[in-house]
């Protein structure tokens, strides 16, 4: 049993065979299917120069499902605080919440969005990485205009996206609650949650500590579907795991295709034992021991299958199969 929100990240993926306008037709859909799920909130990720996922700006995707949907949490899973003037994230993301009160989250992140230099050059105007310094000033200052400046009405809900224990430090120290990267680096996960917990002083954003956990689920009515739809991400993968970035999204028959390796072979199996892959059983029971270990106070979701309805699809079986385990 799972007895934890649970929501979803949605990567935007650019399909094999697709353009990047379908890719954007789907995100509304994607929205009003999950809110009909009963899915508690949507978060969009900042993503550059990648074919596999489409370069649109999560303001923008979360305005446009907010104005397709009616309940359901939007927000940034996340902007990317090196990329933005910290007034510009205040300014949008202030607005969003005052056009959808109670309803927009700014998730805040550190990384460029992107494993391309030059691209990540460009997004910072010929800057080079950001400090820890300078991202701890541009999260201070982008909380400090929601306050102080923007001041629409009811602000958006603050969230530090944290990978390591340096980034589970700074939200103890600002107060934030966090969402941890397990479908990134899970190795890192109880590490930071560890940091977190310990170093955590309370603010006016969050009175005590509260975390979400993000880890990738993959659930189809067999082992053998499940796997098979895990396929073309397990390309992105691999070829990440080469150092390379320009890898398409490909057609699950196209994954099964691929030539991996014997040592790609074993790091993806390691990764996925770590997130949720197979019968909605599995996954489900997977989830809820997930959520126990890390005492998530919520479990997000990411789903990166090939066509919109597979990925729904598996989201519809977690769903119900979390309601079915709850029956009496």
Request: net charge negative; glycine share 8%.
């Amino acid at each position: 049993m799972i007895d934890v929100p649970i929501s979803a990240l949605e990567v935007a993926v650019v399909e094999s065979g697709t353009r990047g306008v379908e890719t954007l037709r789907d995100t509304a859909t994607f929205a009003r299917r999950l809110e009909l799920l009963g899915y508690h909130r949507i978060w969009y990720a900042e993503h550059h120069h990648s074919p596999a996922i489409g370069a649109f700006p999560p303001v923008v995707l979360i305005a446009h499902a907010a104005a397709s949907t009616s309940a359901i949490r939007l927000g940034s899973g996340g902007v990317l605080a090196p990329n933005h003037a910290p007034i510009t994230l205040a300014e949008q993301f202030g607005t969003l919440a005052a056009l959808h009160p109670d309803r927009i989250d700014l998730g805040i992140g550190r990384g460029p969005g992107t494993f391309d230099e030059a691209t990540a050059r460009e997004l910072r105007r010929g800057a080079g990485p950001a400090t820890d310094a300078q991202y701890h000033d541009d999260v201070a200052a982008i909380l400090s205009f929601l306050v102080d400046e923007v001041a629409l009405g009811p602000l958006p809900e603050p969230w530090l996206l944290c990978s390591s224990t340096a980034g589970a430090a700074l939200a103890a120290r600002l107060g934030l609650p966090i969402a941890v990267a397990h479908h990134i680096r899970p190795d890192n996960t109880f590490t930071v949650l560890e940091r977190y917990r310990a170093a955590f002083i309370p603010s006016r954003w969050c009175e005590q500590p509260r975390v979400v956990v993000c880890v990738e689920a993959i659930c189809a009515e067999t082992e053998q579907e499940a796997a098979w739809r895990a396929g073309p991400m397990d390309v992105v993968k691999a070829g990440l795991l080469k150092g390379l970035s320009e890898i398409p999204f490909p057609t699950p028959a196209e994954a099964a295709a691929h030539p991996f390796t014997a040592e790609e072979r074993q790091a993806l199996a390691g990764f996925r034992a770590q997130q949720a892959c197979g019968t909605p059983e599995a996954v489900v029971r997977r989830l809820a021991q997930l959520a126990a270990d890390t005492g998530a106070d919520e479990l997000m979701l990411t789903t990166p299958v090939y066509d919109l309805d597979a990925r729904v699809r598996s989201y519809d079986l977690i769903k119900k199969h979390c309601v079915a385990t709850k029956a009496p």
